[in-house]
């Protein structure tokens, strides 16, 4: 069955310091693939997406992933993270081949040192 | 574009009662929307599939007398928690796709039952 993991389940960096969460599909054949961005007691916001082409993809708040599918990862970075980004993140993939199901990773929650 | 707008985003009310929550397509039409759960520092889990004009396809385990979907309009979906208790509290959360490949979410209902 389809599934996205993501490794970590809570990391921490300084303020500053650059960023990168780690995601991993699994599908029969190359997912649309999302990063989303969920801040306490909120709904999601999309960061970025992939469907084809570039595999580096650009996103809002200075965020960006690259596709990479011999490892079937699409990992997000930001080079220079700020206190506003602590959140949890939840990567996710979609195929038409398995009908309407987006299916969500277990989320990542980053916190910032000052 | 692409707002999703979900109301209330918090509702107590007593054990036994029935809570309905809207999600409003404000600058799209959206055919299908997708309603989730989130348990505290989880990931979201879908609960059902909300179809206009047409009765919503439940995931297995939910409950579809308990949760009442209804999707009278291509930019309206209600989720009604009938009799509820205090087990139902959780964070609710609604979605519409673009282009059927991109989720855009609610800000989320807080669903506390006393």
């Known amino acids: 069955a389809q599934s996205v993991t993501q490794p970590d389940i809570h990391i921490t960096v300084s303020e500053g310091a650059s960023l990168e969460l780690r995601c991993n599909y699994s599908y029969g054949a190359t997912p649309y693939l999302f990063w989303y961005v969920q801040s306490p007691g909120q709904g999601l916001q999309l960061l970025l997406k992939?469907?084809?082409?570039?595999?580096l993809v650009q996103g809002i708040k200075g965020f960006e992933a690259e596709f990479k599918r011999s490892q079937s990862s699409f990992n997000l970075r930001k080079p220079s993270v700020h206190w506003s980004d602590a959140a949890e993140y939840f990567c996710a993939g979609y195929s038409d081949n398995y009908g309407q199901n987006f299916v969500f990773g277990p989320g990542t929650r980053l916190s910032v040192l000052p | 574009g692409a707002v999703v707008s979900q109301h209330p985003s918090r509702v107590i009310c007593k054990s036994g009662t029935s809570v309905k929550i809207e999600c409003r397509s404000l600058?799209?039409?959206?055919?299908?929307m997708f309603w989730y759960r989130q348990f505290p520092k989880q990931s979201l889990m879908l609960m059902a599939t909300s179809n206009e004009g047409s009765k919503a396809t439940y995931e297995q385990g939910v409950e579809k007398d308990k949760f009442l979907i209804n999707h009278a309009s291509l930019t309206l979906s209600t989720l009604t928690v009938t009799s509820a208790h205090p087990e139902d509290s959780s964070f609710y959360i609604c979605?519409?796709?673009?282009?059927?490949?991109?989720?855009?979410f609610g800000n989320g209902t807080r669903l506390t039952v006393t």
């Open positions: 600058d799209f039409q959206a055919t299908t």
């Open positions: 979605s519409a796709a673009t282009g059927g490949r991109t989720l855009h």
């Open positions: 992939y469907f084809s082409g570039d595999t």
